[in-house]
């Protein structure tokens, strides 16, 4: 059984830092690219960051490029969303996920992933 599960999340003011972390179990962990995704409340779930299974190669949202870091470590089965410079916007809930298929270009699409954790509550305050 495939459990990702997040954590990290909470109140932080604007401008601050949180570390969200994802421990996987159930599955070979290196064999999947991760992603991170949000969903504020009445919006879609859109893309934030991914990570490729083992080279590292990774790709950002726009709206958070050059602010947030993705990072995994295999060994510990665990993938990472360093958020530094957090604004009102970014305030949402915030799942990772793993997708088995190998792609030329990481995926940006929520359907493109295979498992999902059940989310963190990230809430910036202006």
């Known amino acids: 059984q495939v459990q990702l599960v997040e954590s990290g999340g909470g109140l932080v003011q604007t401008g601050g830092s949180l570390r969200l972390s994802c421990a996987a179990s159930?599955?070979?962990?290196?064999?999947?690219?991760m992603g991170w995704f949000r969903q504020a409340p009445g919006k879609e779930r859109e893309f934030v960051a991914a990570?490729?299974?083992?080279?590292?190669?990774?790709y950002y949202a726009d709206s958070v490029r050059g602010r947030f870091t993705i990072s995994r470590d295999n060994a510990k089965n665990t993938v990472y969303l360093q958020m530094n410079s957090l604004k009102y916007e970014d305030t949402a809930v915030y799942y990772c996920?793993?997708?088995?298929?190998?792609?030329?270009?990481?995926?940006?699409?929520?359907?493109?992933?295979?498992?999902w954790g059940q989310g963190t509550q990230v809430t910036v305050s202006s």
């Open positions: 990570i490729s299974r083992s080279f590292g190669s990774t």
């Open positions: 159930g599955l070979t962990f290196s064999s999947y690219t």
């Open positions: 996920a793993a997708e088995r298929l190998t792609r030329v270009l990481l995926s940006t699409k929520p359907n493109d992933y295979d498992y």
